[in-house]
Antibody, heavy 121, light 107 residues
């Protein structure tokens, strides 16, 4: 069974860059899955940030596209998120998740535990 | 973007009750919709995919239906562990979008 674990600083200063890594265990990042980041501001709903395939192909949420970079490191079986120019509105629990094809469409089937990132000076 | 609207935003029910949550999309999704359950402090859990397919390991009291723009999640007989927040999510087109959530509370 695939397991995902997020890591990174829990506090980022305004205008800085948020950087998180998600380590994948129990499966290969080079499998036929896509790997995604989803965030959830405190007390609010879920927002898809973007996703990556092991070849490096990416899709980003247009609302964040100018500030987001998702990358993959196959040698370490992990993928990463960078979000630049952060503000307090970026304070959220950040989840990494895998997207598996069910039939012809992908759904989020495995999730990390989530990590809270607070943007504050 | 496709807007996903869930109703109600919250519902109170008792153990053993039948509960239905509705999700409406701003444009047609065919059957490309999922339902997730989230408990406080935990990650979401996939319950239903492709509108009506039960994810492995999910109890059969959960069921989904619908296509196009209108979808429902039904819990046939509520159990104590079902009190949580439920989200729908469209998988039809980028960007992937979620409903605002429905909080299921104990009456």
């Amino acid at each position: 069974q695939v397991q995902l674990q997020e890591s990174g600083p829990g506090l980022v200063k305004p205008s800085g860059t948020l950087s998180l890594t998600c380590v994948v265990s129990g499966g290969s990042i080079s499998s036929n899955n896509w790997w995604s980041w989803v965030r959830q501001p405190p007390g609010k709903g879920l927002e898809w940030i973007g996703e990556i395939y092991h070849t490096g192909s990416t899709y980003y949420n247009p609302s964040l596209k100018t500030r987001v970079t998702i990358s993959v490191d196959k040698s370490k079986n992990q993928f990463s998120l960078k979000l630049s120019s952060v503000t307090a509105a970026d304070t959220a629990v950040y989840y990494c998740a895998s997207l598996t094809i069910f039939g012809v469409v992908q759904y989020f089937d495995y999730w990390g535990l989530g990590t809270l990132v607070t943007v504050s000076s | 973007d496709i807007q996903m609207t869930q109703s109600p935003s919250s519902v109170s029910a008792s153990v053993g009750d039948r509960v239905t949550i509705t999700c409406r999309a701003s444009q047609g999704l065919s059957s490309w919709l999922a339902w997730y359950q989230q408990k406080p402090g935990k990650a979401p859990k996939l319950l239903i995919y492709a509108a009506s397919s039960l994810q492995s390991g999910v109890p059969s009291r959960f069921s989904g239906s619908g296509s196009g723009t209108d979808f429902t999640l039904t819990i046939s007989s509520l159990q104590p562990e079902d009190f949580a927040t439920y989200y729908c999510q469209q998988a039809y087109i980028f960007p992937r979008t979620f409903g605002q959530g429905t909080k299921l509370e104990i009456k």
